[in-house]
């Protein structure tokens, strides 16, 4: 398998723009999350999906923040319009179940920077 | 852009020296804890887990410990490599929530010497 795929890797826009983060998950798992990592704040939980169903967007932080997940294998992180505090790192993460034996896998990210 | 952040604390070993890197939860119901490995541009991989059963657990060349009374993790590396130079995350969680509640440290930074 190839893992969690997200895309793109690096993304430059200037405030004001939408930025469209992409993930596919791990075939067959269960759970996707999106996370947000700074420096500040660490690895930060925004959202997450069981069956394709958001479950708990609580760690959105502003209406700006959208996310989707239309079929089992993609999902997308929107922000609109994005503005400079919102760069980070996102990480999209799958898992297969609840089963605290399953692990956690987390996608290589995407480094947006808004200028 | 973003103000000035934490620094990450940075543990500097020569390599085949033995490492060990340290972690204070917070949660007192916390049950399932996991170390990650993060090397840059990359995202956490799973190292090694433990649940609150035990206080010790080994893996190929690590190990974890637990010590509940404290409130205590630590991941030692034995003969460290130039390869295990990486941020390491504890995170901590209630084993029957799911992944969901799944809480990370602030993180080491292991940098190893050739």
């Known amino acids: 398998d190839a893992g969690v795929i997200q895309s793109p890797r690096h993304e430059v826009t200037e405030m004001g723009q939408e930025v469209t983060l992409r993930c596919k998950p791990i075939?067959?798992?269960?759970?996707l999350f999106w996370y947000r990592q700074t420096m500040m704040r660490g690895l930060e939980l925004l959202i997450y999906?069981?069956?394709?169903?958001?479950?708990?967007d609580s760690g959105m932080p502003e209406d700006r923040f959208s996310a989707k997940m239309p079929n089992a294998s993609f999902s997308t992180l929107k922000i609109q319009p994005s503005e400079p505090r919102d760069s980070a790192v996102y990480f999209c993460?799958?898992?297969?179940?609840?089963?605290?034996?399953?692990?956690?896998?987390f996608g290589s990210g995407t480094q947006l920077s808004v200028l | 852009g973003e103000s000035v952040g934490l620094h990450l604390p940075t543990l500097s070993v020569q390599e085949g020296d033995n490492s060990i890197i340290n972690c204070a939860y917070s949660?007192?119901?916390?049950?399932?804890f996991i170390w990650y490995k993060q090397e840059s541009g990359k995202g956490p991989q799973f190292i090694i887990d433990?649940?609150?059963?035990?206080d010790k657990r080994q893996g190929q060349r690590v190990t974890v410990l637990l010590n509940k009374t404290v409130k205590h993790l630590s991941l030692q590396i034995a003969a460290t490599q130039p390869g295990d130079s990486a941020v390491y995350f504890c995170?901590?969680?209630?084993?029957?929530?799911?992944?969901?509640?799944?809480?990370f440290g602030t993180g080491t930074r292991l940098l190893v010497s050739p």
């Open positions: 949660n007192s119901a916390s049950d399932y």
């Open positions: 993460a799958s898992s297969l179940n609840r089963d605290p034996n399953e692990k956690l896998f």
């Open positions: 075939s067959g798992h269960d759970y």
């Open positions: 999906f069981n069956n394709n169903v958001p479950i708990d």
């Open positions: 995170a901590e969680n209630i084993l029957d929530t799911g992944f969901q509640k799944l809480v």
């Open positions: 433990i649940r609150s059963n035990m």
